[in-house]
């Protein structure tokens, strides 16, 4: 198996951060540009959101898909094959002329996209040590980070440099030499062992997963929290473009740096849910995602920088110990609890951008700011209930004799 510090640990995890910044930056890449599209295409701001929540869900629809392939055929060879499907849609989308051809393929790149996370998390459980395994998905789940991350702010960087369509051309290239290592890199499957998708087996996990009361409260937290994470993103873009801040696209991705905090916020949720508890960790988190939302009232560029970076560090703190509580009360098929879980957050988050679309159309940016407080509202009542379940779990179990008074 592949050693922690070996030679084969860091040409792994070094091709599967790669492939992680290929899937991610090209999956969030329109998300700064919004703005250009409506102008471009003539169309509204939440038919131009739809190129990223058509993306997102179409992640989320084909997860299962790709586990499945990818039980049968191999590790390595899907998630090349997905990679380079999704690179050519990239250089695709660069001489589209309409915007239904723009959507249709940013639907294709979404497809291509669920290929490589899912796959690269079940290649690192078979082929790295149980000594190397924790460190190996922790370098993975950053990359996904700064893959995000990435792609927005060269998104915006190149589209002021020279203009959107040329971008897309850009970060093909970036994605194709990065494809080049992946393939160099990534050692060949050694304990791969083809598997027979065993259908009814899997849909009865799945069915058991979604009666779990309390799987059930980490999916609708996770889907509502990323349903107003993206959708509120979406929309700043436009805020901060419009008057009185008319801010360049340089500026808009370089925004999305305010994603920073959220890197360093996974990694100090599991230490404080060793101090108090996962529930009381997601509680924090929606606190912060409050505190961050109520500051971007006040419309002003220090106000909407502060208020995005306090955002961030709540949501992926929330997010990494809902991942927690996911992975602690599956008893059983973890795998599949957690693919339910990964579904339902990128479900919400394809949706987020219809709902506070009304609020923008009617409200503007205060509507956005209360559409996205009633969703924490709901999400605080949700993590309430987890505290319960928590504190009922830590309570003494006794065995209690009923007596009969006569």
Same mark, same amino acid.
């Given at each position: #198996?592949?050693?922690?510090?070996?030679?084969?640990?860091?040409?792994?995890?070094?091709?599967?951060?790669?492939?992680?910044?290929?899937?991610?930056?090209?999956? !969030?890449? @329109?998300?700064?540009?919004?703005?250009?599209?409506?102008?471009?295409?003539?169309?509204?701001?939440?038919?131009?959101?739809?190129?990223?929540?058509?993306?997102?869900?179409?992640?989320?629809?084909?997860?299962?898909?790709?586990?499945?392939?990818?039980?049968?055929?191999?590790?390595?060879?899907?998630?090349?094959?997905? @990679?380079?499907?999704?690179?050519?849609?990239?250089?695709?989308?660069?001489?589209?002329?309409?915007?239904?051809?723009?959507?249709?393929?940013?639907?294709?790149?979404?497809?291509?996209?669920?290929?490589?996370?899912?796959?690269?998390?079940?290649?690192?459980?078979?082929?790295?040590?149980?000594?190397?395994?924790?460190?190996?998905?922790?370098?993975?789940?950053?990359?996904?980070?700064?893959?995000?991350?990435?792609?927005?702010?060269?998104?915006?960087?190149?589209?002021?440099?020279?203009?959107?369509?040329?971008?897309?051309?850009?970060?093909?290239?970036?994605?194709?030499?990065?494809?080049?290592?992946? #393939?160099?890199?990534?050692?060949?499957?050694?304990?791969?062992?083809?598997?027979?998708?065993?259908?009814?087996?899997?849909?009865?996990? !799945?069915?058991?997963?979604?009666?779990?009361?309390?799987?059930?409260?980490? +999916?609708?937290?996770? $889907?509502?929290? +990323?349903?107003?994470?993206?959708?509120?993103?979406?929309?700043?873009? !436009?805020?901060?473009?419009?008057?009185?801040?008319?801010?360049?696209?340089?500026?808009?991705?370089?925004?999305?740096?305010?994603?920073?905090?959220?890197?360093?916020?996974?990694?100090?949720?599991?230490?404080?849910?060793?101090?108090?508890?996962?529930?009381?960790?997601? $509680?924090? $988190?929606?606190?912060?995602?409050? @505190?961050?939302?109520?500051?971007?009232?006040?419309?002003?560029?220090?106000?909407?920088?502060? $208020?995005?970076?306090?955002?961030?560090?709540?949501?992926?703190?929330?997010?990494?110990?809902?991942?927690?509580?996911?992975?602690?009360?599956?008893?059983?098929?973890?795998?599949?609890?957690?693919?339910?879980?990964?579904?339902? !957050?990128?479900?919400?988050?394809?949706?987020?951008?219809?709902?506070?679309?009304?609020?923008?159309?009617?409200?503007?940016?205060?509507?956005?700011?209360?559409? @996205?407080?009633?969703?924490?509202?709901?999400?605080?009542?949700?993590?309430?209930?987890?505290?319960?379940?928590?504190?009922?779990?830590?309570?003494?179990?006794?065995?209690?004799?009923?007596?009969?008074?006569?």
């Amino acid at each position: #198996m592949i050693e922690l510090k070996s030679k084969a640990f860091w040409q792994a995890s070094i091709a599967l951060g790669l492939a992680s910044f290929i899937a991610f930056a090209n999956l !969030y890449y @329109t998300q700064p540009i919004l703005p250009l599209i409506s102008l471009e295409f003539s169309v509204s701001p939440l038919a131009s959101s739809l190129t990223v929540s058509s993306a997102l869900l179409s992640v989320a629809l084909f997860f299962f898909f790709f586990s499945a392939l990818s039980d049968a055929l191999g590790r390595k060879k899907v998630m090349m094959v997905a @990679t380079i499907l999704l690179i050519l849609t990239t250089f695709a989308i660069a001489f589209v002329q309409s915007f239904h051809s723009l959507l249709v393929l940013r639907i294709l790149q979404g497809a291509f996209i669920a290929g490589i996370p899912t796959i690269a998390i079940a290649y690192i459980g078979e082929e790295f040590s149980p000594r190397a395994l924790g460190v190996a998905i922790g370098i993975y789940i950053s990359m996904n980070s700064i893959g995000g991350m990435s792609g927005r702010v060269l998104s915006g960087v190149f589209t002021e440099i020279f203009n959107w369509r040329i971008s897309f051309i850009l970060i093909g290239l970036i994605s194709l030499v990065f494809f080049v290592l992946f #393939m160099k890199l990534l050692p060949p499957s050694s304990y791969f062992k083809t598997r027979k998708f065993e259908r009814h087996k899997a849909v009865g996990d !799945y069915f058991k997963h979604l009666k779990n009361q309390n799987l059930q409260l980490a +999916f609708l937290v996770g $889907g509502l929290h +990323f349903f107003i994470f993206v959708g509120l993103y979406n929309y700043v873009t !436009y805020l901060l473009t419009a008057p009185p801040f008319l801010l360049p696209t340089v500026f808009i991705g370089v925004l999305f740096l305010t994603y920073l905090p959220g890197t360093i916020s996974s990694t100090l949720a599991g230490k404080t849910a060793l101090l108090w508890s996962q529930s009381v960790t997601i $509680g924090l $988190g929606i606190i912060l995602m409050v @505190t961050g939302t109520v500051i971007m009232l006040f419309i002003n560029l220090p106000a909407i920088i502060a $208020g995005l970076l306090l955002l961030s560090f709540g949501f992926f703190f929330a997010h990494s110990a809902l991942n927690a509580w996911v992975s602690k009360r599956a008893f059983f098929a973890k795998a599949s609890a957690s693919g339910l879980y990964l579904t339902s !957050y990128y479900v919400g988050g394809s949706l987020g951008s219809f709902y506070l679309g009304f609020f923008w159309h009617y409200w503007h940016w205060p509507g956005v700011i209360a559409g @996205t407080l009633l969703v924490l509202l709901t999400t605080s009542l949700l993590a309430f209930k987890m505290v319960l379940i928590e504190h009922k779990e830590k309570e003494p179990k006794h065995n209690y004799q009923l007596l009969k008074v006569k």
